[in-house]
């Protein structure tokens, strides 16, 4: 993008000319710039201290660099640039400076115009340069080291130019910028004999950098060779911090911006030549907690981010650079409907960490980890994935503590190189979307770590510590953090082709500054209705990582919004365990009407019976103590590991009906990694607990059955898509409800174990939308959970169509589903259900 002059004016001010490279200062207070470990020496004509009598030009072409990786500064030759700045005086008049780079100098040109009291008396300019502090001027002579201000002052009369101007003009080597020029008017004859701006201030103009732009936030780099930095902080005082060198402990440039020149509002804004030889760069701010301005801030709109040092000394810093370009030519976005998706829940280090995944140890716990393990969710049949949190997080407190948004963290690549994670990373979607599978993002957005820049640069990034339990509660719904999340989620969506977002802690999303909930939280509203999120999927789960439970809220969804469906979880355990009601299994079931009617369906329940935290599914049927009672858990009649085989056989049999519910329910199934394999953490609900995925296991007997299980679930639910995968509730004549007898269920019955239900068919369709051949006939699902027996009566078909068992959960392997269906023995109207089991027959015709 182009850079176009801007043309600026005040009404105190005047009008001022326009510049490709700077913005025009209105005369504020002096500002710093540092450069560590430079001395530089004038080609002099000058005394210090004293008068220059031979003309109005001084030329300032040599400097000397010392011990900073700079040396080697190559200046190009670039076209002139010219900014004009003009400022009022204290006792009228004007003063304009104009800067011009020609090639491989800077050229200052001041000029003044008629002052009011002055006479034929001699006017002088009393000038110095700064980068550090604007009271203690840079020496002139490299053979001094003077600190005195005084000593580096120089004088230099105004002479009339040939159009009776009053000018002077300086020449400065380019390699010397950025730095500013300090200026102040002398004269004996005038009234007032030091002359200063209308604030009664210097009047200080930069040279080597400019305003820059207050948007897009964070990092542009423009077609000028030109990288311009915007950053938002209510602060009195703002320092953009350059480093040259990746391991030196302090900045090799430090500007302090300018709020005249360098601020809109309360945005910071700079425009430095991309030539400079900086690899990175912060920010310091004034404002905060007591000494945080000792420390350098990372910009939290950084791209590309990397952490210099180690220890107490380690900090995390943006790099000047543009993000990698990435070939996503021949990419296949799936683009499935809501409705269609079966997700899989990994974390991204352990999924591939354990030695068992047999990938490389640079890769292994990576994204790479993630495509090299493909074949994995084919042979699961999953079409989506759902990774945790991936942002940089808090090591103490885990990837929900994140401290960054932008750019995933350094553990998930095989470097640590942020350009190769990012590329890592890309080329896991792309390969995950050429074989059909759609990438889902969990995102923490409603807190932080300990420690995190945002606190540093502006405390409204946080709510009000006293409202709140926690200290590090993001302000969601104030503007600018609301800006920085929708940006984020653009940035991933369109730089990373993600498919979607599932928001934890999303109750904490609707709350206002106080912490109290919103009728109408703004954030909540734009992503629903942005031009881009709105055409991805957005998941609201209310899992709070500080209690580790799951809120309770009615959240507002604009018909937009999915939802983490925390009381399917709940319902399905209560009634395998004995003790929920078949109501609300039937409501869960047919898609949680009480939830998601009201211009959503079934499709936005987004269903799950174990997460990564809590129980895992081996241990939900394994362990039921006090220490776990908040799980639902049963442990089937023995706490922990145990060699009884009644109990193994019964915690077998539990799983798979958790499986089957979670499976043939309305809404989008959600398994957790290592569920597959028989994953246990001995009873512990603690995240830390979790243990990467031990491939091995995969080999296993039991792997092997639930695996396949899966799969057939998997294939079952997209070949009934009619019924299984539907974006709305069924009507009310296709669904019917029967007890053991085909009479109604005893819904009022709270000792009633037993529910069965038969999905008609809709005769009109020709053709299921999965693209499976037309779906054969009507589904008949049975539910026990009692402890005994149970014989179950079947609907009654037409004559040329008979039930077929798809699965008896009840039965050994590899018996207990078919793809087929298995016909019933001697035409049978009633079936003996087991205990603790569930059933599916499907009408086939003859």
């Known amino acids: ?89 204290e006792i009228g008049g004007q003063l304009k400076v104009v800067v011009r780079k020609k090639n491989n100098k800077y050229e200052v040109h001041v000029e003044v115009s008629t002052l009011h009291g002055e006479g034929d008396g001699e006017l002088i300019m009393s000038w110095g340069l700064f980068r550090s502090e604007s009271s203690i001027f840079m020496p002139l002579n490299f053979q001094q080291s003077s600190t005195d201000s005084k000593d580096n002052v120089v004088e230099t009369p105004f002479i009339k130019n040939s159009g009776g101007q009053l000018t002077v003009v300086l020449d400065f080597d380019a390699s010397l910028a950025p730095f500013y020029v300090s200026i102040l008017l002398k004269s004996s004859n005038l009234k007032i004999p030091t002359i200063k701006s209308h604030r009664k201030t210097n009047f200080v103009v930069p040279v080597g950098f400019g305003s820059g732009r207050p948007f897009p936030l964070g990092l542009s780099f423009l077609d000028n060779r030109s990288i311009n930095f915007a950053f938002f902080s209510s602060s009195e005082s703002v320092v953009l911090c350059l480093y040259s060198d990746t391991t030196a402990d302090k900045p090799a440039l430090e500007i302090d911006l300018d709020p005249y020149v360098n601020r809109s509002g309360y945005i910071w804004h700079a425009l430095i030549e991309n030539s400079l030889p900086f690899v990175s760069y912060g920010y310091r701010c004034s404002s905060g907690i007591a000494n945080r301005r000792k420390h350098v801030l990372l910009d939290p709109y950084a791209k590309v981010i990397k952490d210099f040092g180690v220890g107490l000394t380690r ?111 890309k080329e896991m979607v792309k390969k995950l979307h050429a074989s059909g599978i759609e990438v889902l993002l969990e995102v923490v957005f409603t807190h932080t770590g300990e420690d995190v820049a945002l606190r540093g640069i502006d405390d409204s990034y946080y709510h009000a510590e006293e409202d709140l339990k926690s200290e590090n509660m993001l302000n969601c719904n104030y503007p600018v953090v609301q800006q920085m999340i929708l940006e984020s989620l653009r940035h991933w969506v369109v730089e990373y082709h993600i498919d979607g977002f599932c928001f934890i802690n999303a109750s904490s999303l609707l709350r206002d500054k106080h912490g109290e909930f919103l009728s109408r939280p703004t954030l909540v509203e734009a992503i629903a209705f942005d031009p881009l999120l709105s055409k991805i999927k957005i998941i609201a789960d209310s899992w709070d990582p500080h209690d580790m439970e799951t809120k309770e809220v009615v959240f507002p969804h604009w018909k937009r919004w999915a939802e983490m469906n925390g009381n399917f979880c709940v319902d399905a355990r209560k009634f395998l365990r004995g003790r929920g009601s078949i109501s609300s299994l039937a409501t869960r079931f047919c898609g949680s009407g009480d939830m998601f009617l009201g211009g959503r369906g079934p499709a936005f329940s987004f269903n799950f019976i174990t997460r990564n935290v809590g129980l895992t599914m081996t241990d939900l049927v394994s362990f039921s103590s006090e220490e776990v009672a908040s799980q639902l858990s049963w442990n089937c009649g023995e706490e922990g590991p145990t060699n009884k085989t009644s109990v193994l056989e019964r915690r077998l049999k539990q799983i798979r009906n958790f499986l089957f519910i979670l499976f043939i329910s309305l809404g989008v199934p959600v398994l957790n990694m290592g569920d597959e394999c028989g994953q246990s953490c001995a009873g512990s609900l603690a995240y830390a607990d979790r243990k990467p995925l031990d491939w091995n296991s995969l080999r296993s007997g039991f792997s092997i059955q639930i695996t396949q299980f899966i799969s057939f679930l998997c294939s079952l639910k997209m070949r009934r898509s009619d019924l299984l995968q539907r974006k709305s509730f069924l009507e009310q004549d296709k669904i019917e409800w029967h007890g053991t007898d085909l009479s109604p269920p005893k819904w009022d019955d709270t000792l009633s174990k037993f529910v069965a239900v038969t999905l008609k068919v809709d005769e009109k369709l020709s053709q299921s939308t999965s693209g499976f051949p037309k779906p054969s006939g009507d589904l008949f699902v049975a539910f026990n959970s009692a402890n005994q027996s149970e014989e179950v009566a079947l609907p009654p078909l037409p004559d040329n169509s008979a039930w077929v068992r798809l699965v008896d959960t009840a039965l050994p392997f590899p018996g207990f589903f078919s793809v087929d269906g298995v016909p019933l023995e001697d035409d049978l109207s009633t079936y003996e259900m087991k205990s603790h089991s569930c059933v599916l027959f499907e009408a086939q015709s003859l």
């Open 315 to 425: 900090k995390w810093l943006g790099k000047l650079c543009e993000e990698p370009p990435f070939d996503w030519a021949g990419e296949f976005r799936p683009s499935l409907p809501l409705e269609k998706l079966i997700v899989y829940r990994l974390n991204v280090t352990r999924f591939t960490k354990d030695k068992s995944s047999k990938l490389p140890a640079n890769a292994a716990g990576s994204f790479y980890g993630i495509y090299e393990k493909l074949h994995h969710f084919k042979d699961l049949g999953v079409n989506a994935v759902l990774l945790e949190p991936i942002f940089p997080f808090d090591e103490q407190k885990g990837p929900y503590f994140p401290w960054h948004f932008f750019s995933p963290g350094s553990s998930y690549g095989p470097s640590g190189d942020p350009k190769v994670i990012a590329k890592s990373m």
């Open 1 to 89: 993008m182009t850079m176009l002059p801007v043309q600026y004016a005040c009404p105190s001010c005047g009008a001022f000319e326009s510049s490709d490279l700077f913005a025009v200062n209105f005369g504020k207070n002096v500002r710093r710039v540092t450069r560590d470990l430079v001395k530089f020496d004038l080609k002099q004509k000058i005394v210090k201290g004293g008068l220059m009598k031979s003309g109005g030009r001084i030329s300032l072409e040599h400097h000397v660099m010392k011990a900073l990786a700079t040396s080697d500064v190559s200046v190009v030759r670039t076209t002139e640039k010219v900014a004009s700045y003009r400022f009022r005086t």
